[in-house]
T-cell receptor
Framework: NAGVTQTPKFQVLKTGQSMTLQCAQDMNHEYMSWYRQDPGMGLRLIHYSVGAGITDQGEVPNGYNVSRSTTEDFPLRLLSAAPSQTSVYFC?????????????????FGEGSRLTVL | AQKITQTQPGMFVQEKEAVTLDCTYDTSDPSYGLFWYKQPSSGEMIFLIYQGSYDQQNATEGRYSLNFQKARKSANLVISASQLGDSAMYFCAMRESNTGNQFYFGTGTSLTVIP
């Protein structure tokens, strides 16, 4: 069971470089999201998607782009890396909740990607 | 305003004792879910327990239980009979129906189990 697969696990970039963090899930989840985790700040939502072709911004979207061309894949693009983007990034997917019925359906996380921007 | 507040940056508990990790939330949506995750030093996020806003009883999963007090908007995690392997970061999270199913996470509590 692959679940949520993130690549790469580690990456070092220089300021101004661009890169893409890949995320794929094999659970047919409609909901996918990207978080960054920084010490003392918990997990902050960058972007999320509720289905192919639909994306929206989270709490900290600046400097990041996403797209969702398929249900399985949700790549995160850093357009011009900055030292402030040094962080651990998590991709997560889950089933949609049903308003008025149930918000059950936990997020399944990838293993995380540690990004350092010099 | 913070959606999820965890006021205990660090907690210590003696092995085999019970410990309560605090979580308060802020929402006006009647339809929401509350989740707890564990993050050991290896970094992965492990789902522990879920409580729905419509659930009448507190959720339990093995040694984990969720003390859900809806009127006070609190969802504290209780770990019974602590084990050394429980040492980890613990995150409380909430999902609301009226914000596109976004998950909001707290800043976490670092739990250390003392032998």
């Amino acid at each position: 069971n692959a679940g949520v697969t993130q690549t790469p696990k580690f990456q070092v970039l220089k300021t101004g470089q661009s890169m893409t963090l890949q995320c794929a899930q094999d659970m047919n989840h409609e909901y996918m999201s990207w978080y960054r985790q920084d010490p003392g700040m918990g997990l902050r939502l960058i972007h999320y998607s509720v289905g192919a072709g639909i994306t929206d911004q989270g709490e900290v979207p600046n400097g990041y782009n996403v797209s969702r061309s398929t249900t399985e894949d949700f790549p995160l693009r850093l357009l011009s890396a900055a030292p402030s983007q040094t962080s651990v990034y998590f991709c997560a997917s889950g089933e949609q909740g049903l308003a008025g019925v149930s918000m059950a359906g936990e997020l399944f996380f990838g293993e995380g990607s540690r990004l350092t921007v010099l | 305003a913070q959606k999820i507040t965890q006021t205990q940056p660090g907690m210590f508990v003696q092995e085999k004792e019970a410990v309560t990790l605090d979580c308060t939330y802020d929402t006006s949506d009647p339809s929401y879910g509350l989740f707890w995750y564990k993050q050991p030093s290896s970094g992965e996020m492990i789902f522990l327990i879920y409580q729905g806003s419509y659930d009448q009883q507190n959720a339990t999963e093995g040694r984990y239980s969720l003390n859900f007090q809806k009127a006070r908007k609190s969802a504290n995690l209780v770990i019974s009979a602590s084990q050394l392997g429980d040492s980890a970061m613990y995150f409380c999270a909430m999902r609301e129906s009226n914000t596109g199913n976004q998950f909001y996470f707290g800043t976490g509590t670092s739990l250390t189990v003392i032998p």
